[in-house]
């Protein structure tokens, strides 16, 4: 496999993702864009910020991409994550793979977003109107 | 021994580092760390986990720690 | 739902999907994107070549889409596929969904390229150095 | 009655459609015109399947066929 993409960064630009997955080995490349929803239990989000711990988030995202690489043949790997303040409909998480064929692409892909959001140390508060609420911080 | 705060953590303690130089019995291990924490700030204990970082790395509770080594409070991620 | 993208198409645009795709009321985006592989069973591909029954192809995938958002809570799909002769890395076809969560992202996105793949009236045929190939069509 | 040709069967049949006017039994069904095609063509034979679309969908062989309908012959698809 090629040496993975591995980012955070201020602004995603998901126009370019498929340009960096693209390869003439694969026959398949699956992207998830993670994006800002309006709603949350049906309250009204203005926006969310986004705090990552940046030197161990980059290494457990290298991990990730490495267990990847192990579980399925892959022949590119992009995984970019936005901190700062993020609107309704903006992109705050882009992983993609790219693969020979599609199966392995998204599972490849699908575990990628999977164990990013269950491992990597990135904290999402949400702002809404009255108040703000670190995600998943409370049982 | 500074200990880097994210998140809940950051907004719990009120800074976003912790200076534990001063203390008269500084932590030994991450267990004793995260007992640290609690006792000094109850609402630790509200958290539905919490975890610690030496030098980048997850570490389990029995992992000793010293004071040239890079540590994180790390309440639930919530990335993606 | 909103009334899909489906098209057949000369040349496919990757770096619009995401922008077709986003919604303030989506979660997740995800896209799938095939694209022409090298080798097939250790043959140099020089290009696939696309045909379609484009009128019929165009009601097939109205179909699919149609299914998709039954089965699953979905906010926009695209589905457009390529004609003509493709290149080694060029896309072929490109799928995608958003909706509020990650789950039905992937799982309605997958739907979508299985599904397209075994119905709707498109023929590839492999052209190799010395000979030509119609892909699928004989046991 | 007319009949659209894609993919392989093009390349059999050697042109894009065919014009099953002239010939003196048409067939009624799809089926029948499926025989008149393997018939005609031996080589249709050789294909892993073979579908015809009436007016643009997928017909069953029981699927009776007029002369103003829009027939074409399905071979195994490939798209994707």
């Not at chain 1, 579980?71 to 790997?77: A, F, G, R, V």
Request: charged residues 20%; negative net charge; contains cysteine.
């Amino acid at each position: 496999m090629q040496k993975p993409i591995i980012e955070i960064v201020d602004t995603i630009n998901t126009a370019v993702v498929y340009d960096e997955l693209s390869d003439a080995q694969s026959g398949g490349i699956c992207v998830f864009v993670g994006t800002v929803r309006e709603f949350t239990n049906n309250e009204t989000v203005v926006s969310l910020q986004f705090e990552a711990y940046k030197s161990m988030a980059l290494k457990e995202m290298h991990k990730i991409a490495e267990k990847a690489s192990i579980k399925w043949p892959l022949n590119k790997i992009v995984m970019r994550h936005a901190v700062g303040s993020k609107k309704v409909q903006e992109a705050v998480v882009v992983v993609g793979v790219s693969a020979a064929h599609r199966v392995e692409c998204f599972e490849a892909c699908k575990f990628l977003i999977d164990t990013l959001k269950a491992s990597v140390p990135i904290w999402k508060k949400e702002i809404f109107k009255n108040k703000s609420i670190w995600v998943s911080a409370h049982p | 021994m500074e200990v880097f705060l994210f998140g809940i953590a950051k907004d719990i303690v009120g800074k976003s580092d912790l200076d534990l130089s001063s203390i008269k019995q500084k932590p030994n291990t991450v267990g004793e760390l995260i007992h640290f924490m609690n006792d000094s700030y109850p609402e630790f204990a509200n958290l539905s986990s919490l975890a610690v970082a030496v030098n980048g790395e997850y570490a389990s509770l029995e992992m000793p720690i010293q004071s040239n080594d890079e540590i994180a409070i790390i309440p639930p991620v919530s990335g993606g």
